[in-house]
């Protein structure tokens, strides 16, 4: 008894500090590199700058919500670019006939059906998800330069700008960015729908055995997917005052680099929402000091290899020491 | 029987040697045709286009203005996109010449990577004329524009905005293309040519943001915090510039700013008209596209052409904005 006593009270101490590395190094990362800004230049730390941030990531950061649940059920969707730009041109052409509220409800719509193809043909047909995103990456671009033959629509009226205006002080984008996350953050961890997911991430089969209709909720994670970036598209475009067949190319990479480094694990089953919002906030704020810098986008580009490496070391070490 | 068959075979060897008799006559005359000019005769000449995109709305532009004027002047296009992919570009020249065309309009991908399409072309004695980009070798005529002296346009104007010339007082932002590109450089080159001289000026050298809007708005919004005393956007295309206009409505300081950019993009030349936008450089995708066809079809009839045909450039401002705007085109078109 006393044995056991005085072992469990030795081992608690360094397990919790191991948990805690690992379930906030990322957190410890940022402020890293928030003591490092703010020490380098003396614009980093105004609220302007934070303001600035949070607009930044929003495009990104929407984008990567829907990534990080189709990862948890170990999928991956390299289609949200694509996605993104179609949603755009949808809205941006629907605008003047039909009004802003059926245009977002219709670029919506129009995301989240090509998410279900996405889900449909990877799950019934048993495509790998890579391949079936690539071809929708493709697909999804060529149907977005088809709308307008590559033309971007521009003049976009003033109703639909809202999304790259400021309410009270905060960009609106920011805004539904954190609103998002925060119902994402609900859902995957206080709904049974949620505890499916990750149950299906970490072991399809046994979650099958248990009775979860397993490529029903595959695909509905690659809808929410479709959706959000459809919703990002139509953010970019407002912000940007302008619909582009080439908006969003290269934005999987992003997203999916911001998950990762949010602790999410592309083998699935494990993450969440809250480190990708840290993740895609700890990548602009990179930029961001670079850019406050002046320091070329070589020195950028090396960096964020490095950091994204580094972050991913950290994480495996802290979680070997654990064990 | 006998008989009917041998009537038939008789038939069929007159039918056959009609026909070869005719197919040699028609084989005779078109050569005989092509020996006198080539105009006017029954021989449509065929121009093959290999055009780098159609992922940007100049080039679009551009292959639209090339079709037509190759119909305007008679003469069949075949356009293929070579996906920004060099060796999708190598291997559509080369089906093109295997499908006869007659000179071909080549915007390079690469400029040294291009030359085993070069190669086929030579070999294929078809003559080639490079338009927007040049090729390394030297190809029958290239039809372009100078940016440099696009950039020193963009860089009086900037000077005049500032004060004129050995007044001039302020500071420049200028948002740069893509890392390491001709176009880049030479837009760059050029502005700094003109500024440089004006000690009263000072140029913040911003990130590259690719020529894409959504990626300048975001190194602006950067550039703005650090240099919040900033007096004029100088940016190597308007969709750039008009990312920085988008942050500074959002700053409410669009009066304060002065914004000068490249391209003659209509969206820019609208916000010059509503008063936001201070000026920017033509760079006319329909006037260069519809020289090329021109510049092709004279090679092609044989006649001489020079290695070089500018495309010209020129100012929008204030002053010509009204007068170049067009709703449907995508690029204020040169008068």
């Known amino acids: 008894m006393e044995y056991v006593k005085t072992e469990a009270t030795q081992a608690k101490p360094s397990f919790q500090l191991g948990a805690f590395l690992r379930k906030y190094n990322l957190l410890l990362l940022v402020l890293v590199f928030i003591v490092i800004g703010s020490l380098l230049s003396p614009k980093f730390l105004s609220v302007q700058n934070f303001l600035n941030l949070l607009q930044q990531s929003a495009v990104t950061g929407i984008v990567a919500i829907g990534i990080t649940f189709v990862i948890i059920v170990a999928g991956i969707d390299l289609s949200v670019g694509s996605v993104l730009a179609f949603a755009g041109m949808v809205m941006a052409l629907l605008l003047p006939h039909t009004g802003p509220f059926v245009a977002f409800l219709a670029a919506i719509a129009s995301g989240a059906v090509l998410g279900w193809i996405n889900g449909f043909v990877s799950t019934r047909l048993t495509i790998p998800p890579f391949i079936t995103t690539l071809a929708m990456m493709v697909a999804a671009r060529g149907l977005a330069l088809l709308l307008t033959d590559g033309k971007p629509v521009f003049n976009l009226p003033e109703s639909v700008r809202f999304f790259g205006k400021n309410l009270f002080g905060i960009p609106v984008s920011g805004l539904i960015w954190i609103a998002l996350t925060l119902i994402a953050i609900f859902v995957l961890r206080y709904t049974t729908f949620g505890r499916k997911l990750y149950a299906i991430g970490g072991n399809p089969q046994s979650a099958h055995l248990t009775g979860i209709e397993v490529n029903r909720y595959i695909t509905f994670t690659y809808v929410i997917s479709g959706a959000l970036s459809a919703l990002a598209g139509i953010v970019l475009a407002s912000w940007l005052t302008v619909g582009q067949p080439t908006a969003g190319s290269g934005i999987e990479l992003d997203a999916i680099a911001a998950v990762v480094l949010g602790g999410t694990s592309l083998m699935g089953g494990v993450g969440g929402v809250g480190g990708t919002f840290v993740g895609v906030l700890l990548m602009s704020m990179i930029t961001n000091i670079f850019n406050l810098l002046g320091l070329s986008s070589y020195f950028q580009s090396i960096f964020m290899g490095i950091i994204i490496v580094l972050a991913l070391v950290l994480n495996k070490f802290v979680i070997q020491k654990k064990q | ?335």
């Open chain 2, 1 to 335: 029987m006998l008989k009917t068959l041998k009537k038939g075979k008789f038939v069929l060897l007159t039918t056959l040697a009609a026909s070869l008799v005719f197919a040699g006559c028609s084989g005779g005359e078109q050569p005989a045709a092509d020996a006198g000019g080539g105009d006017d005769s029954s021989k449509k000449l065929v121009i093959g286009f290999s055009n780098v995109t159609s992922e940007s709305p100049f080039y679009t532009a551009l292959t639209d203005a090339a079709k037509a004027e190759a119909e305007k002047q008679g003469a069949d296009i075949i356009v293929m996109d070579a996906q920004n992919n060099i060796e999708k570009q190598n291997a559509d020249v080369q089906d093109m010449i295997t499908k006869g065309i007659d000179v071909l309009i080549l915007n390079p991908t690469n400029p040294t990577a291009v030359t085993p399409a070069l190669e086929a072309a030579k070999q294929a004695n078809i003559p080639v004329i490079t338009v927007d980009r040049p090729t390394e070798a030297k190809v029958t005529s290239f039809v372009g524009r100078d940016n440099k002296a696009m950039g020193e346009i963009a860089g009086k104007q900037a000077v005049s905005l500032l004060g004129g010339e050995g007044k001039a007082k302020g500071k420049i932002i200028e948002i740069q293309g893509d890392a390491g590109g001709k176009v880049m450089m030479d837009r760059h080159d050029g502005f700094h040519a003109v500024v440089d001289k004006e000690p009263g000026i000072t140029v913040v050298e911003g990130p590259y943001s690719d020529y894409v809007r959504a990626k300048a708005v975001k190194a602006f919004q950067d550039l703005l915090q650090a240099h919040p005393d900033v007096n004029l956007v100088y940016a190597h295309n308007d969709d750039m510039a008009l990312g920085a206009l988008q942050v500074l409505e959002q700053n409410n300081m669009v009066d304060k700013v002065k914004i000068v950019g490249i391209d003659g993009l209509s969206e820019a030349v609208k916000a010059i008209i509503d008063g936001k936008y201070s000026a920017t450089v033509f760079n006319d995708p329909v006037k260069m596209g519809s020289l090329a066809v021109d510049t092709a079809l004279k090679a092609a009839k044989g006649e001489q052409v020079s290695e070089y045909v500018d495309a010209g450039t020129g100012l929008i401002d204030s002053t010509n904005a009204k007068d170049v705007y067009s709703e449907t085109a995508v690029f204020a078109e040169m008068k």
